[in-house]
Every structure is written in C-alpha cells, then in structure tokens.
C-alpha cells in the first residue's frame, strides 16, 4: 500500500512538473513573448503614438507589428485575432484593400468577431461604403458591447474613427 501511494505521488509529481515545463504561450506565464503577442504591444503602443499626432513613430510600429503578425500567420494560420490585427495593421498603413481581405478571411471563420465586424466596418465608412458598414453594424447589434457603440457613432459621424 505504501509503494503504491509512493508511486502516485512520484507520478502526480512528475506529471506537476511536465505540465509546468510543456505550458501554453498565453504571455502570462513564459517569459518568451510570441510573435503574436509582440505585435499586440507594438500596437497598443502604436495607438498611444496616434493618439499624440506622432504619425511617423505610430507607422513605425504599424509596420514591425505587420511583420510579426505575418511570421505569426505563417507559423500558425487561420486564426481570426490574428487575422484581425493583420487587417487592421495593413488598414493603418494605408491599404484597405489588403485590409479588407484579412478581415474577410477572419470572418470566414468567425462571423461574429466583434473586433474584426467593427475595424472592417470603419474600414467601409473610410472607404465611403456606407451600406457596408451598416451591414457590420446589423451583425454587432446584439452583442452588447462597446464595438457596437462604437461603429455606430463613426456611422452616423457623431464620433471620428479613433482607429
């Protein structure tokens, strides 16, 4: 009886440790950051630099971000966040078209992607396709969320795309 309560706890042990060693890459508990997880800083710091009018420096981490979410893509396709900010990178930098076409793949697999519904719906009004982003907006109606309420106010211009 004691060998085997010895062996469990050996195993259950052994299995703590292989557990701890073979963790996810969520950016919580590995000090390494994935590419993914690295563009999404360069972005949020991006946004700050916008938000300061300092355009050039924004762009330069619109760009290292885009290359990091393109390795990103590559190493693990199909995946609609990633798509989400690829088509928002490409869209900041100025090519909707590309833009448009990574969010369509993202909601190819997720429909109702609320961040990917509003960005692509702020891309229609930038694009001056009003019927478009109404669409999008039809498709976040029900979500309760600030996308939502968002895409509507840069849809009837009571407030300027922040992004």
């Given at each position: 009886m004691l060998k085997k309560l010895s062996i469990s706890?050996?195993?259950?042990?052994?299995?703590s440790i292989y557990s701890q060693a073979a963790g996810t890459d969520d950016g919580n508990s590995?000090?390494?950051?994935?590419?993914?997880?690295?563009?999404?800083?360069?972005?949020?710091?991006a946004?700050?630099?916008?938000?300061?009018?300092?355009t050039k420096k924004a762009n330069k981490r619109y760009e290292?971000?885009?290359?990091?979410?393109i390795k990103s893509n590559e190493k693990i396709p199909n995946k609609a966040d990633t798509l989400n900010y690829l088509g928002f990178t490409t869209r900041k930098l100025g090519d909707y078209m590309?833009?448009?076409?990574y969010y369509l793949q993202g909601l190819a697999l997720e429909p109702n992607h609320k961040g990917i519904n509003e960005y692509l719906g702020e891309l229609y009004v930038i694009t001056n396709r009003m019927d478009l982003a109404k669409e999008r907006l039809k498709i976040l109606k029900d979500c309760g969320c600030a996308e939502y309420n968002d895409l509507k106010e840069i849809i009837e211009g009571t407030k300027k795309s922040k992004y």
């Open positions: 706890l050996f195993l259950l042990i052994l299995f590995s000090k390494v950051k994935s590419d993914y997880n690295k563009a999404v800083l360069l972005i949020k710091s946004k700050k630099y916008e938000k300061k009018n300092k290292k971000a885009l290359s990091l979410l590309g833009g448009e076409k």
